[in-house]
């Protein structure tokens, strides 16, 4: 249901721009991400500054959405982060979807206050981060299309973790009807992602990057008998935003 009834309600927004996606299943598909401010954690690791947003209205937002579609031929929008999940969204997301947009998520998987839209069928891609250092919080979303975990850590605790995770998220059921081919099933895909960023935190995209690859290939082999795939940064790799 509508969470608002206003085209001025404002939303905290960093930045809205055209890029590729560079992660997970849509990895190289082009889009238009809407990044908002503010987070629920505070990741250490975290490479995306979050804390610099503006207030825009929807209108706003949907006239920068619709400049950039029409300027780069582009009819799908991200809402990144931050997490976006944290904010009333869903009037936003209705009027875009009206438009005709293909509108994918990406959440950290801890604020379960939009899941009307996932009811509603509103979004076409739920991509969840669940975040190893933050793992006492998990008690909202269930359900994503698919699940990033970035190999923060080395261990079998880690490992444990990601295994839980796995038996506890399904994949949402409206792409359920569309998984009857051999790529998808009831579950949502599985992705690790290396940490690429050093203990010192500099040098976030180095020449050599055994200091991120490594630990995730250790964790990659302990769990690719169960249906897990290794997702790098394509856009950090291709340098571009």
Same mark, same amino acid.
């Given at each position: 249901?509508?969470?608002?009834?206003? =085209?001025?309600? =404002?939303?905290?927004?960093?930045?809205?721009?055209?890029?590729?996606?560079?992660?997970? @299943?849509?990895?190289?598909? #082009?889009?238009?991400?809407?990044?908002?401010?503010?987070?629920?954690?505070?990741?250490?690791?975290?490479?995306?500054?979050?804390?610099?947003?503006?207030?825009?209205?929807?209108?706003?937002?949907?006239?920068?959405?619709?400049?950039?579609?029409?300027?780069?031929?582009?009819?799908?929008?991200?809402?990144?982060?931050?997490?976006?999940?944290?904010?009333?969204?869903?009037?936003?997301? +209705?009027?875009?979807?009206?438009?005709?947009?293909?509108?994918?998520?990406?959440?950290?998987?801890?604020?379960?206050?939009?899941? +009307?839209?996932?009811?509603?069928?509103?979004?076409?891609?739920?991509?969840?981060? #669940?975040?190893?250092?933050?793992?006492?919080?998990? %008690?909202?979303?269930?359900?994503?299309?698919?699940?990033?975990?970035?190999? $923060?850590?080395?261990?079998?605790?880690?490992?444990?973790?990601?295994?839980?995770?796995?038996?506890?998220? =399904?994949?949402?059921?409206?792409?359920?009807?569309?998984?009857?081919?051999? @790529?998808?099933?009831?579950?949502? %895909?599985? @992705?690790?992602? #290396?940490?690429?960023?050093?203990?010192?935190?500099?040098?976030?995209?180095?020449?050599?990057? $055994?200091?991120?690859?490594?630990?995730?290939?250790?964790? @990659?082999?302990?769990?690719?008998?169960?249906?897990?795939?290794?997702?790098?940064?394509?856009?950090?790799?291709?340098?571009?935003?």
């Amino acid at each position: 249901m509508p969470q608002n009834n206003q =085209t001025n309600f =404002t939303l905290p927004v960093v930045e809205i721009f055209h890029s590729i996606q560079g992660e997970g @299943y849509n990895a190289g598909k #082009p889009v238009i991400f809407v990044r908002f401010g503010g987070c629920n954690l505070n990741c250490p690791w975290c490479d995306t500054d979050w804390s610099k947003s503006k207030q825009m209205t929807e209108k706003a937002i949907i006239e920068k959405v619709s400049k950039l579609s029409k300027e780069y031929n582009c009819d799908n929008i991200i809402f990144t982060g931050g997490e976006p999940m944290m904010y009333a969204i869903y009037n936003l997301v +209705q009027a875009l979807k009206i438009k005709g947009f293909w509108i994918g998520v990406e959440t950290n998987g801890i604020s379960d206050g939009n899941n +009307q839209l996932i009811l509603d069928n509103l979004i076409d891609w739920i991509s969840c981060s #669940p975040k190893y250092e933050f793992r006492d919080k998990y %008690l909202g979303l269930m359900a994503a299309s698919e699940i990033r975990i970035v190999c $923060s850590d080395v261990n079998d605790n880690f490992i444990d973790w990601c295994k839980k995770i796995q038996k506890r998220f =399904t994949a949402p059921v409206f792409h359920q009807a569309m998984m009857g081919n051999k @790529y998808f099933n009831k579950e949502p %895909l599985f @992705y690790l992602s #290396p940490c690429d960023i050093k203990p010192d935190k500099v040098n976030k995209i180095n020449k050599d990057c $055994s200091f991120a690859i490594q630990p995730m290939l250790y964790i @990659y082999n302990k769990l690719k008998d169960d249906g897990w795939r290794i997702s790098l940064q394509l856009h950090k790799l291709m340098k571009v935003r």
